[in-house]
């Protein structure tokens, strides 16, 4: 038997020995998304958008806040048309001459950045308050999660509308409001995953090894509960990025000057009914494809890791 | 249940204190409340008799004091902007919000229930499949965009129905209503199913994974075997099962849809409490902002109460009393 490979040494516990990503529920884990094709497909697809989407703004055709790259004299020009200086305008142009695929590039890239950070942020205190109640337990556990649940007895639009009509609009406002909306859906599943983790032998087994309390639970429990988590986060960024076009579309999220795909919809209603329906038509097919993607791998995740049906 | 009645009364007054405090630290700590509260086209003397009146020169936890004490009595300010109660204000639009509400609730439960349950008895034909990834395509859609694009086909392209406005109302018990007059309600077609559609995919799928989980439990496969219709066991034994959550998402829903039928509103020119509320944030008008957060807390605070009792009182499972 190679040295290495020996079961463990007096000094050193087992359980340092083996690395934590390659814990049995990990492989399970794995094992499960391996066996459905559609996941593997649709996660492919969600990385190829979210990188399209953050560098496409490299292959725009035009810079669209720049003043001087193009001329009110091409305004509400339908899609296909040409510019006099020879350039064609996939998708039209806006009241303003802007290229409309130019801009859609660009505000695609602002939600996407608006739903991704806030669903960092908002996942990271999520998981840190369930998690610190499901350790503490007792009082403190208990005014946390009355708190979880008096976040998400109200509609996430109204608190956020209403935050923002407080503190007025701008991207970090958006961001602001939307981790105060979702960080205790977060809270919520890790407390409760955390609670059922903490009942398996490994837990007891680490606990009996002298490791103390916080390590168990961050280098343990939390790596466990995962799964749950991320499928959760898949839909949040969805959410997000909806949460944030919503706002946009009502005139207290992002500022004029950082149109997201939001805001392009809004400033296309105006010229709705004059029939130049591709100012927001495009705008909004382009959100939706990204909402879209995101919500079906969350759905595809959520069946493949069910643990009903294994 | 009388103990658990009295403590879930107790903590919906707590809800509502809470938020009440909240609202009141947002309105007073964010700039300066007399610049929020006195409308800013008053002249100097009015300022100074308003902050007097108001005690605004007093200390803050004071000022919380009458705040409460004044909203308690249903005195919310009046709005600068129609110079009415904030409150009477927004009671005013209220029915136009609630029919817009109750008629795509009715919507959604109505196809969305019998599509469920097609689709749950066939769990994983391709049609169920089908069916269910549609429903993730109907929660996706924007609903501020979908609303345009409702317009664009049906008002713009077609010119079929209005693209805005409630059209001619009746008034019933002294409140008017679109629903009863033709015109009335080809202005609630478009902003019905607009606010209908995620509610649709949500039933849809509640139906739908309810059923499938029915399918297969004892009494569907004892009533099954007793040689009852299958007719008969789809509607006395597992629709009756899985209405149970259906009932209860449906009230959550109803608050719910009232807040996202502030979106609805503004697209389709509304007139609700939501559009008031969006329009109200535009103009400044805070004291119709502060009454109807707490409005619409009081609602959802009510809503959640008699989910609950109604959850307890369908279901014989459900013990109310917690801690014994």
Not at chain 1, 134 to 160: K, N, T, Y
Not at chain 1, 224 to 243: C, D, G, P
Not at chain 1, 252 to 268: D, F, K
Not at chain 2, 278 to 286: A, E, G, K, N, V
């Amino acid at each position: 038997m190679d040295a290495s490979n020996a079961p463990h040494r007096r000094d050193e516990p087992m359980a340092v020995r083996k690395p934590l990503t390659d814990t049995p529920q990990r492989r399970a884990m794995l094992g499960k998304l391996k066996r459905r094709p559609s996941v593997k497909k649709s996660l492919i697809a969600l990385l190829v958008i979210t990188l399209i989407g953050l560098c496409l703004p490299f292959f725009a055709q035009q810079d669209p806040y720049d003043l001087t790259s193009f001329s009110v004299m091409d305004n509400r020009m339908p899609p296909m048309s040409e510019s006099f200086d020879g350039m064609v305008f996939w998708l039209g142009t806006d009241g303003q001459g802007r290229d409309m695929l130019s801009a859609i590039l660009y505000g695609m890239r602002i939600s996407l950045l608006v739903g991704l950070v806030s669903t960092a942020l908002a996942l990271i205190i999520g998981v840190s308050v369930g998690l610190v109640a499901a350790v503490l337990g007792g009082r403190i556990e208990a005014l946390l999660m009355r708190l979880v649940d008096f976040v998400l007895g109200f509609p996430s639009i109204l608190v956020a509308l209403v935050l923002l009509a407080m503190i007025g609009r701008g991207v970090d406002k958006v961001i602001l409001a939307i981790v105060m909306v979702q960080w205790a859906n977060y809270a919520r599943i890790m407390r409760s995953s955390a609670l059922s983790e903490r009942r398996k032998e490994y837990v007891e087994a680490a606990h009996n090894l002298g490791f103390g309390t916080g390590r168990v639970m961050f280098r343990h429990v939390m790596p466990n509960s995962l799964s749950a988590v991320l499928v959760l986060a898949t839909v949040q960024i969805a959410s997000a990025i909806t949460l944030e076009a919503t706002l946009s579309f009502l005139g207290v999220g992002v500022p004029v000057t950082e149109p997201s795909l939001g805001l392009l919809v809004a400033n296309g209603f105006d010229y709705l009914m004059s029939g130049a329906y591709w100012i927001s038509f495009y705008p909004g097919i382009a959100l939706l494809i990204l909402i879209f993607s995101l919500n079906l791998v969350g759905d595809r995740l959520r069946t493949a890791l069910d643990p009903k049906r294994s | 249940m009388l103990l658990y009645t009295l403590q879930r009364l107790l903590q919906s007054v707590a809800v509502l204190f809470a938020v009440s405090i909240a609202v009141f630290l947002a309105v007073y700590s964010v700039g300066n409340p007399v610049d929020l509260l006195i409308n800013p086209e008053a002249t100097q003397a009015e300022r100074a008799a308003m902050i007097a009146k108001m005690g605004l020169d007093r200390p803050v936890w004071a000022q919380y004091l009458t705040f409460l004490g004044n909203a308690l009595q249903g005195d919310m300010g009046v709005s600068f902007v129609h110079g009415i109660p904030a409150l009477e204000l927004i009671f005013s639009r209220m029915p136009a919000t609630f029919e817009l509400v109750v008629l795509a609730l009715l919507l959604a439960s109505a196809i969305g229930i019998p599509i469920g349950l097609w689709v749950g008895l066939r769990d994983g034909s391709r049609g169920a499949r089908m069916v269910m990834t549609s429903s993730i395509l109907g929660y996706s859609i924007p609903s501020f965009w979908k609303g345009m694009v409702l317009i664009l086909i049906f008002a713009v392209w077609l010119n079929w129905l209005p693209a805005s406005g409630r059209g001619d109302t009746v008034s019933l018990l002294g409140v008017p209503f679109s629903f009863l007059t033709l015109d009335g309600l080809s202005h609630l077609a478009m902003p019905v199913i607009n606010l209908a559609i995620p509610n649709l995919a949500l039933m849809i799928r509640l139906t739908a994974a309810g059923a499938s989980e029915a399918v297969h439990q004892d009494y569907v496969l004892f009533a099954r075997a007793k040689g009852v219709r299958s007719k008969r066991i789809i509607r006395r034994h597992i629709l009756r099962n899985i209405l149970i959550p259906i009932i209860t998402v449906l009230g959550v829903e109803f608050g719910a849809l009232i807040a996202f039928s502030t979106i609805t509103e503004t697209v389709f020119a509304w007139p609700g409490m939501g559009k008031l509320l969006i329009t109200s944030i535009y103009q400044l008008d805070r004291p119709v902002v502060v009454a109807y957060v707490m409005l619409i807390t009081f609602i959802f605070v009510v809503v959640n109460l008699l989910v609950d009792f109604a959850y307890a009182a369908l279901d014989p499972r459900v013990k109310l009393v917690e801690n014994m």
